[in-house]
């Protein structure tokens, strides 16, 4: 099993580059299907669930080449509407291939989609909005059978602003006939940047980035397509984390400022120097930084629930108390424990932690449960004290592109292994 080992201690200093966001890549891999013409997609990142995206792709006809950080897709040749078993069971996003392929094939089976066990996240809002839109769906023997006779524009208020029901009723609605209008829709980033892959290849989306979308159906017309995906604030939030933990100062490029606004926010609550410029953020961290009085997650532009097992280790090792809630996923605690054997102070009630801060941790050997958590566990080893072994490296490498090596880049004294 692959794993992580940190000598903690080391000050990270220099400057790196983020890649394209795991999060707008697999929407738009699904949005693919829209086109019969041949789309380039640059800056597409190697990771886990990209390589399974793009095999779920292959599995249904399209041919892929991968050429660096680019992807040469043609979807001229899709001959099924099943998404496979194999691959829907590892990777969340699957779900999303549900509104492309009715907007494609007019049908589509896909099973109950896995991932990351970090709380409940129902897809009833999904098929409620694909239903809205003339979908039937036949939810029995495990599967999900859809078929759209006749597909028409519809209005879909949304319960709560989920991203993945709002990205899979977009791609079901635009070649659905008429207009359909998305209440309460998700404001990611990541919806923007599928509204505005979708626009390049000849849809007609507006409103991303708003409560509202409106989606007006276009049949025919969808032409080649040449993007570049935008870069994963997460990914980039992580690496602010990385340096303002250690002390350090660091260059991040190819970052969107107005993406980790909120980020930057609490970074600078805590006690760090952040510049910002064009598309640069430079951090500069302190050996110890103040606790955070309070961090909430909550939908975009909130404070993200990606960076909040992040924003744990770092106030693990702050002057003071911080309160940290979950709003979003349930289960988002799972890595606490991993700290508090480190020596981290920490209680959790409900759905809030209580972190007193202490002035260092202890290397030892800890477990990723999840994505984030595993990547906390990893920042939290480049503080302590000693030799950290982050197990279960796997789950990291669904969300970060080589790791160590970016880590070792700017300091750290990080290898993986596969034992």
Same mark, same amino acid.
């Given at each position: 099993?692959a794993?992580?080992?940190i000598?903690?201690?080391r000050r990270l200093?220099?400057?790196?580059?983020? #890649?394209?966001a795991?999060?707008?890549?697999?929407?738009? %891999?699904?949005a693919? *299907?829209?086109?019969?013409?041949?789309?380039?997609?640059?800056?597409?990142? +190697?990771?886990?669930?990209?390589?399974?995206?793009?095999?779920?792709?292959?599995?249904?006809? $399209?041919?892929?080449?991968?050429?660096g950080?680019?992807l040469?897709?043609?979807?001229? =040749? /899709?001959?099924?509407?099943v @998404?496979?078993?194999?691959?829907v +069971?590892?990777?969340r996003?699957?779900? @999303?291939?549900?509104g492309?392929?009715?907007?494609r094939i007019?049908?589509?089976?896909?099973?109950?989609?896995?991932?990351c066990?970090?709380?409940q996240r129902?897809? !009833?809002?999904?098929?409620?909005g694909?239903r809205? *839109?003339g979908?039937?769906?036949? &939810?029995?023997n495990?599967?999900?059978? $859809?078929v759209?006779?006749?597909?028409?524009?519809? @209005?879909?208020?949304? !319960?709560?602003?989920?991203?993945?029901?709002?990205?899979?009723?977009?791609l079901a609605?635009?070649?659905?006939k008429?207009?359909? /209008?998305i209440?309460?829709?998700?404001?990611?980033?990541e919806?923007?940047?599928?509204q505005?892959?979708?626009?390049?290849?000849?849809g007609?989306?507006r409103?991303a980035? =708003?409560?509202?979308?409106?989606v &007006?159906?276009?049949?025919?017309g969808?032409? &080649?397509?040449?993007? =570049?995906?935008?870069?994963?604030?997460?990914?980039a939030?992580t690496?602010?984390?990385?340096?303002?933990?250690?002390?350090g100062d660091?260059?991040i490029?190819?970052?969107?400022?107005?993406h /980790?606004?909120?980020?930057i926010?609490? %970074?600078?609550?805590a006690?760090?120097?952040?510049?910002v410029? !064009?598309?640069?953020? +430079?951090?500069?961290?302190?050996?110890?930084l103040?606790a955070?009085?309070?961090?909430?997650?909550l939908p975009?532009? #909130?404070f993200?629930?990606?960076?909040?097992?992040?924003?744990?280790?770092?106030?693990?090792?702050?002057?003071?108390t911080?309160?940290?809630t &979950?709003?979003i996923?349930e289960?988002?605690?799972?890595?606490?424990?991993?700290?508090?054997?480190?020596?981290?102070?920490?209680r959790i !009630?409900?759905?809030?932690?209580?972190i007193?801060?202490?002035?260092?941790?202890?290397?030892? =050997? /800890?477990?990723?449960?999840?994505l984030? #958590?595993?990547?906390? %566990?990893?920042?939290?080893?480049?503080r302590?004290?000693?030799?950290t072994?982050?197990?279960?490296a796997?789950?990291i490498?669904? #969300?970060?592109e080589? %790791?160590e090596a970016?880590?070792?880049?700017?300091?750290?004294d @990080?290898?993986?292994?596969?034992d």
């Amino acid at each position: 099993m692959a794993q992580y080992i940190i000598n903690g201690g080391r000050r990270l200093e220099g400057k790196l580059r983020v #890649g394209g966001a795991k999060n707008a890549s697999l929407p738009i %891999l699904a949005a693919v *299907l829209l086109t019969e013409r041949q789309v380039v997609l640059h800056d597409c990142p +190697r990771l886990l669930d990209v390589e399974k995206t793009i095999l779920i792709l292959e599995s249904i006809g $399209c041919k892929v080449k991968r050429e660096g950080r680019d992807l040469i897709i043609d979807p001229s =040749t /899709v001959s099924s509407w099943v @998404i496979p078993d194999c691959y829907v +069971r590892e990777i969340r996003s699957s779900i @999303i291939f549900l509104g492309a392929m009715l907007s494609r094939i007019g049908k589509a089976r896909i099973t109950y989609p896995g991932g990351c066990e970090i709380g409940q996240r129902p897809i !009833d809002l999904h098929l409620k909005g694909l239903r809205q *839109l003339g979908v039937l769906i036949d &939810e029995s023997n495990g599967y999900l059978d $859809c078929v759209a006779p006749r597909m028409e524009g519809g @209005i879909v208020h949304l !319960d709560y602003p989920s991203v993945g029901a709002t990205e899979n009723i977009m791609l079901a609605a635009v070649k659905a006939k008429g207009r359909t /209008v998305i209440h309460n829709a998700a404001k990611e980033p990541e919806i923007v940047d599928l509204q505005n892959f979708i626009n390049a290849m000849g849809g007609n989306v507006r409103g991303a980035g =708003t409560n509202t979308i409106v989606v &007006e159906g276009v049949q025919s017309g969808f032409s &080649e397509v040449e993007y =570049t995906i935008i870069p994963d604030r997460i990914v980039a939030g992580t690496y602010m984390v990385a340096a303002a933990i250690t002390g350090g100062d660091v260059l991040i490029e190819n970052v969107i400022p107005e993406h /980790v606004q909120s980020i930057i926010y609490k %970074l600078r609550e805590a006690g760090c120097t952040v510049h910002v410029q !064009d598309s640069c953020v +430079r951090v500069k961290g302190k050996y110890r930084l103040r606790a955070i009085e309070h961090i909430k997650t909550l939908p975009y532009p #909130g404070f993200p629930t990606d960076m909040q097992a992040q924003f744990t280790s770092l106030l693990s090792v702050a002057r003071g108390t911080s309160i940290v809630t &979950e709003t979003i996923f349930e289960n988002r605690f799972r890595h606490v424990p991993e700290l508090v054997r480190m020596g981290a102070n920490i209680r959790i !009630d409900g759905q809030t932690a209580i972190i007193h801060g202490v002035r260092s941790l202890k290397g030892t =050997t /800890v477990v990723a449960k999840d994505l984030r #958590g595993g990547a906390a %566990l990893v920042l939290a080893g480049l503080r302590a004290e000693g030799q950290t072994i982050v197990e279960n490296a796997f789950y990291i490498d669904r #969300g970060y592109e080589q %790791l160590e090596a970016v880590l070792s880049s700017i300091g750290a004294d @990080i290898v993986k292994t596969n034992d």
